[in-house]
């Protein structure tokens, strides 16, 4: 994308408007080439800011482009350093929210195309739909009639692919990072109505990162939170949560077989792995140790009703798991 430059981008700027004929100009220049250096990306950011007119084509193209740079031009291809990730965080937010929605769908974007990129990052979007729930507003509010303390299936859906795409297909279990933020977001609606999409996603991937915690090989992240709620939300309280019991026991029912024991060579090569990730993201993964789980676990003083859920299937269902886990289990277990 070297004739950036030779394109009138300073009119463009002046005049604080991104055209139909401004989007296919710069899309011409930019897949003659394929190449944005930081340069370009600075102007392609500034010309996001600067003007506030801009033609429905624009966000694809700036997302694309700028994931182009991130990613597959900047050293090491491929993947994503922590300081091009805070540099990316720094452009699209402030004070740690981003400020548009197009600026979130970057964070996605990036984190969906990098074959790994640093949990802190994967941590920061989830942060935004927890802003959203917990505020009520923010950009991924913007035009929605929800209040502070609830979470919509759609919201839940996009913690889904955040997820996901930070996982990247591969067999990475969730992290401490994107956990904590996962169980500060139940805290939040723990008062309200039980969300049966919440319920589903949080139980798996909170029991996801108790089994690996307790030494287990996980699957796939898509195989491990796909979506099997299906609750009638129009029941009363008492048989919601009844039903979420229900629900939670019958979708964790091939837990035992999606997760397996990892022999001393798997255990050896996954801690490889995680080495050479913090190598190449220049971050460390922080583990999500059984004494961080017991703690958040109730930590408001009672269970949540996704908590309830969590223990309930447990209880009855009996995985081995570590014995930190499992004696807080049984403890909060009675005490619900």
Request: net charge negative; glycine share 6%.
């Amino acid at each position: 994308m070297g004739g950036l430059r030779s394109l009138p981008v300073n009119d463009i700027l002046k005049r604080q408007t991104i055209g139909f004929d401004d989007v296919l100009l710069l899309k011409r220049v930019f897949y003659e080439d394929g190449i944005v250096s930081s340069d370009e990306a600075d102007l392609l950011f500034s010309m996001n800011e600067a003007c506030s007119v801009q033609h429905a084509d624009w966000p694809d193209f700036f997302v694309e482009a700028i994931t182009d740079y991130l990613v597959f031009q900047e050293q090491p291809r491929g993947y994503l350093t922590a300081a091009n990730a805070n540099w990316l965080v720094d452009r699209v937010s402030l004070d740690g929210k981003v400020r548009s929605k197009v600026g979130f769908d970057l964070i996605l974007s990036v984190l969906d195309k990098a074959r790994w990129a640093p949990a802190s990052l994967s941590k920061f979007a989830l942060s935004q739909v927890k802003h959203a729930v917990v505020t009520g507003k923010g950009p991924l509010r913007q035009g929605k009639h929800l209040a502070p303390g609830k979470i919509s299936e759609g919201e839940v859906e996009l913690l889904r692919r955040i997820l996901y795409a930070f996982g990247g297909g591969r067999n990475v279990a969730v992290t401490r990072d994107e956990a904590d933020v996962l169980f500060d977001i139940d805290e939040t609606v723990a008062g309200s109505l039980p969300n049966a999409a919440w319920t589903d996603l949080f139980v798996k991937a909170v029991a996801n990162v108790m089994m690996s915690a307790s030494g287990y090989s996980v699957p796939s992240r898509e195989e491990a939170l796909k979506q099997e709620a299906d609750v009638d939300a129009d029941s009363d309280q008492a048989s919601l949560l009844s039903s979420l019991l229900s629900m939670v026991q019958s979708n964790l029912s091939s837990m035992q077989t999606a997760y397996h024991d990892q022999s001393i060579e798997e255990r050896a090569l996954a801690r490889l792995e995680h080495q050479r990730i913090e190598i190449i993201t220049h971050e460390e993964i922080a583990d999500a140790d059984p004494s961080w789980l017991v703690g958040r676990l109730g930590r408001g003083g009672r269970l949540s009703p996704s908590e309830r859920a969590l223990i309930a299937y447990l209880n009855h269902e009996g995985p081995k798991i570590h014995p930190t886990i499992t004696e807080a289990v049984c403890r909060l277990g009675q005490a619900a």
